[in-house]
């Protein structure tokens, strides 16, 4: 028999995570009479970064029946296609990793087999030419995909680069709105009951006690419930993944207003540069075992380009994730159960699979230990393949020029990662993950963009004639090219969709 219903459920920690899992709770459990509180400390804050989004969460906020301009006026957001990623392979290197393919499969086949074919006959095409959003974001040009899937309009997807305190603040609004109830106040102590080891309560430091059902844990990177008072254990990836610290500062807008974010590599790590309307976020993440603070925080002032608008911020962090998300009846969700730099914008679509998780296996109060043996297991599964996928940019480069780099030229790699990189290297064959939140495209974009050239293609990618190939190519091209001189400028884009929050005070350009 069933055990009865959850009937309270209490997130702790009102940042992303926080506020995210309360707007998508409210929403998808409204109807079954459980009480929904958030308990957030003004006194310890947020970490207050996490700017830069993949294409998934329009689905999260699709679902919530968020309007897109609704929240791009109050979160400041811009469009985003792609991450642009300067002197990774080598220096002076640069390349896009776009949300999208790259030209219309050839008779099946995906079409950078047969750029890789032609390649081999002499052709000298950039494989960036046949990706409508790469050329639209060297352009700093954006619309939205089209309908008819027959256009080259159609075949890529975009994300968005916002304030994520607004964020916050603007699903805060949304939880509310829809029955969730706040509580201001600093956590100080955890009771356990006895027998099951479950968390029964928090007090507040005013003497508030909370009890629940349930408990999601967003505290962030200290883990109050999931570590504090149920020791999961943690997962420390740092030997692959070493940089564990980063400086912030904004800055104002200067120049273009770009739909993508700029990862560019440096000796001992590597900086973000994320254009918003009211300013652009900078940062620079690094590990302290080949670079001091001062000189970190030196090499990101020296390199903005523009004035800053606050003094630069330092975060310390351990990459790795959480032994067990899910413990008892608490569920980690954000920082609070991992985290991965942020160099393919994943933190924010980490904690939107571990919302979507609980829900698909949202326990009763007998709290079923083969659900949260699945509910770890497909956890555990995401965070391993996003740590694949940064540590390939890592790894797939020639660069040797510092200690950071030399360090990873002698990196044993993790078995997945190693199989997949082998599997390209001969035939362009990209092994597909299952829970792999990168698909083939991404990979294609990082292999090619850091010069990890496979030594063949698809042998089916022969089926067309030279000259046919050649032409097919040409027109793809063409067609790439046409459609981007008929897309409208970025900006100009937000002010014309009433997106704009600031940027509607700012001039068009000339
Ligand atoms: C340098 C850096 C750059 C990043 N860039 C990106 C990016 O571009 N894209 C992306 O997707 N992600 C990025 N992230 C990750 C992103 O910032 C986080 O995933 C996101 O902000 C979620 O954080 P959180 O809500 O888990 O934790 P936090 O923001 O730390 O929130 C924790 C909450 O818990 C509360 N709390 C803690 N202890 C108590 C207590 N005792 N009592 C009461 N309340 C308590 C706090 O008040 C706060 O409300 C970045 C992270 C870092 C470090």
């Known amino acids: 028999m069933r055990e009865p219903m959850i009937r309270r459920v209490c997130i702790v920690g009102g940042g992303t995570a926080g506020w995210m899992t309360a707007a998508a709770l409210a929403n998808k459990l409204n109807g079954l009479s459980i009480a929904v509180t958030l308990i957030e400390s003004s006194e310890i804050g947020t970490v207050g970064v996490g700017e830069a989004t993949l294409p998934h969460i329009r689905a999260f906020n699709k679902t919530l029946g968020i309007d897109e301009r609704d929240l791009m006026r109050a979160t400041e957001a811009t469009f985003k296609l792609g991450i642009e990623f300067r002197d990774w392979g080598k220096i002076g290197d640069r390349y896009i990793h776009p949300f999208g393919d790259y030209g219309p499969a050839v008779n099946g086949v995906p079409f950078y087999h047969h750029w890789l074919r032609l390649k081999s006959l002499g052709d000298t095409s950039r494989l960036d030419d046949y990706s409508f959003p790469i050329v639209a974001a060297e352009q700093n040009r954006f619309r939205h995909p089209a309908a008819e899937h027959d256009r080259i309009e159609s075949t890529f997807g975009y994300a968005y680069q916002f ?81 564990n610290r980063a400086v912030a500062v904004p800055t104002a807008s200067a120049g273009p207003l770009g739909p993508y974010t700029r990862a560019t590599a440096r000796t001992a790590g590597w900086q973000w540069r994320i254009p918003l309307q009211h300013r652009v976020g900078n940062g620079h993440v690094y590990c302290s075992s080949f670079i001091s603070d001062d000189d970190a925080t030196r090499q990101l002032v020296e390199n903005l380009d523009a004035p800053m608008q606050a003094e630069p911020r330092q975060l310390r962090f351990t990459t790795g994730r959480r032994r067990d998300f899910w413990k008892a009846n608490v569920v980690a969700i954000g920082l609070a159960g991992g985290f991965l730099e942020p160099l393919e914008s994943t933190s924010i679509h980490l904690i939107q699979d571990g919302i979507t998780e609980l829900l698909a296996l949202f326990p009763d109060r007998g709290f079923d230990a083969s659900d949260i043996v699945e509910y770890n297991r497909r ?47 001969t035939r362009a064959y990209v092994v597909p993950y299952e829970f792999g939140l990168f698909l083939p495209p991404s990979w294609v974009a990082v292999m090619l963009g850091q010069n990890l050239m496979p030594t063949g293609y698809d042998p089916r990618a022969r089926s067309m004639g ?28 937000i ?16």
């Not at 969730?180 to 100080?188: F, M, Q």
């Not at 002010?495 to 000339?510: D, F, K, W």
Request: glycine share 6%.
């Open 163 to 243: 304030d994520a305190s607004l964020y916050a603040a603007f699903l805060r609004r949304y939880a509310e709105a829809n029955g969730v109830t706040r509580l201001e106040g600093k956590i100080v102590d955890t009771a356990l009951d006895g027998e099951s080891g479950h968390v029964r309560s928090v007090t507040l430091a005013d003497g508030r006690e909370v009890s629940a059902d349930l408990f999601v844990d967003c505290s962030g990177f200290r883990g109050l419930l999931i570590e504090g008072a149920l020791a999961s254990g943690y997962d420390d990836w740092s030997h692959w993944l070493p940089c």
């Open 379 to 425: 956890m555990s599964l995401h965070y391993e393949r996003v740590r694949d996928f940064l540590l390939l940019h890592y790894v797939a480069t020639q660069r040797d020029d510092s200690e950071m780099w030399r360090h990873f030229r002698a990196l044993t790699l993790p078995d997945s990662l190693r199989e997949k990189i082998e599997a390209w290297q």
């Open 466 to 493: 030279d000259n046919a190939l050649a032409a097919r190519a040409s027109a793809i091209r063409q067609e790439v090219a046409a459609a981007v001189r008929g897309t409208p400028d970025h900006a100009d884009y």
């Open 495 to 510: 002010r014309r969709s009433a997106a704009a929050g600031s940027l509607a005070q700012r001039a068009p350009a000339a």
